[in-house]
């Protein structure tokens, strides 16, 4: 079965830099959309950003220009790397998984099939 494993997160200060890393295992990325996710305490989560199985990348308005989403495809890997960070970024992202057996050049935030466990990013000085 789909297993995916969040790695990277930690503290940082604010204005510093942190990459993600979501490890897929039982399927290739040519097959699924990986979509990064958060929640922080006492909000409702919320989409971050997501890649397609064809590569197609969308960002949340909030973090559109510092963050930036890329896939390995040899290593089964998705990465956020996460530039110029902000207290208000703190929270656990998760990344999960969506099927798009055909490929797609598109990407959402719903109908995710597989989720990761998360890990914790802690923005502060």
């Known amino acids: 079965q789909l297993q995916l494993v969040e790695s990277g997160g930690g503290l940082v200060q604010p204005g510093g830099s942190l990459r993600l890393s979501c490890a897929a295992s039982?399927?290739?990325?040519?097959?699924?959309?990986i979509v990064w996710f958060r929640q922080a305490p006492g909000k409702e989560r919320e989409g971050v950003s997501c890649?397609?199985?064809?590569?197609?990348?969308n960002y949340a308005l909030s973090v559109r220009g510092r963050f930036t989403i890329s896939r390995d495809n040899a290593k089964n890997t998705v990465y956020l790397q996460m530039n110029n960070l902000k207290p208000e970024d703190t929270a656990v992202y998760y990344c999960?998984?969506?099927?798009?057996?055909?490929?797609?050049?598109?990407?959402?935030?719903?109908?995710?099939?597989?989720w990761g466990k998360g890990t914790l990013v802690t923005v502060s000085s």
């Open positions: 890649i397609s199985s064809s590569g197609t990348t």
């Open positions: 999960a998984a969506e099927y798009q057996y055909g490929g797609s050049r598109y990407c959402d935030y719903y109908g995710m099939d597989y």
């Open positions: 039982g399927v290739t990325l040519d097959y699924v959309a």
